[in-house]
């Protein structure tokens, strides 16, 4: 079965610094999404991307934040300057199939997890 | 209670048995859908159900929906080991186009050997 793929699986880095997370959705999806997990709590949304522009975001995607597809096939997620607050996992889906329109479940990465010390 | 909460927030039974997790929402919905996420893993979808649904069966798996109680359960019958994972529901609110699922803090379900 196809499957969104996410890279890297593990990423450290210092407070203050720009991260990029990278996904490959599922190729023939429409709809991209960002969410995210702190430690112990619930799958936050972040952001849905459709058409090559954000569709919608949640509070949390703030001005810190961006995604970019930039070349037909990956999907990222930019974090400008990383607070601690942002550790987290970090998961991509996408959905929509061209030739399903109604099939609305979400295929998820298996996440990137992001620790900002 | 939050969009999407999940009771019990863990569960550990014997293997063989059955386990029922239940999903409370506060608003409308388009559908309800559950996930099931291995430790360290993606979420992977498990079972939709629709607002106009009542229940719904894949496997060993049955949802149940009931609106007026802005309520969900999902039965795992005869239970296994592998089974042992966080179950999630997420609900699908009218009026957005993707505006993304809200999902509750899921419940940790352990099937004891």
């Known amino acids: 079965e196809p499957e969104v793929t996410q890279t890297p699986s593990h990423q450290v880095t210092q407070m203050g610094q720009e991260v990029i997370l990278r996904c490959v959705p599922i190729s023939n999806h429409l709809y991209f999404y960002w969410y995210r997990q702190i430690l112990g709590q619930k799958v936050e949304f972040l952001v849905s991307?459709?058409?090559?522009?954000?569709?919608?975001k949640s509070e949390i995607f703030d001005d810190q934040f961006s995604v970019e597809r930039p070349d037909g096939s990956n999907f990222t997620l930019k974090i400008r300057s990383t607070k601690l607050e942002d550790s987290a996992m970090y998961f991509c889906?996408?959905?929509?199939?061209?030739?399903?329109?109604?099939?609305?479940?979400?295929?998820f990465g298996s996440g990137t997890q992001l620790s900002v010390l | 209670s939050q969009q999407g909460e999940e009771d019990p927030q863990a569960l550990s039974i014997q293997e063989g048995e059955n386990a029922t997790m239940n999903c409370s929402y506060k608003?409308?919905?388009?559908?309800l859908q559950w996930y099931r996420q291995n430790s360290g893993r993606g979420l992977v979808h498990l079972i939709l159900i629709r607002s106009n649904e009542r229940e719904k069966h894949s496997g060993r798996l049955r949802v149940t929906l009931d609106t007026s109680k802005k309520s969900s359960s999902l039965l795992i019958t005869a239970s296994r080991a592998a089974d042992t994972a966080s179950y999630f529901c997420a609900t699908d609110i009218p009026g957005g186009g993707a505006d993304g699922l809200t999902f509750g803090k899921g419940t940790h379900l352990i099937i004891q050997p």
């Open positions: 889906a996408s959905n929509l199939d061209r030739d399903m329109p109604t099939n609305e479940k979400l295929f």
């Open positions: 991307f459709y058409n090559n522009e954000i569709s919608e």
């Open positions: 608003t409308s919905i388009n559908n």
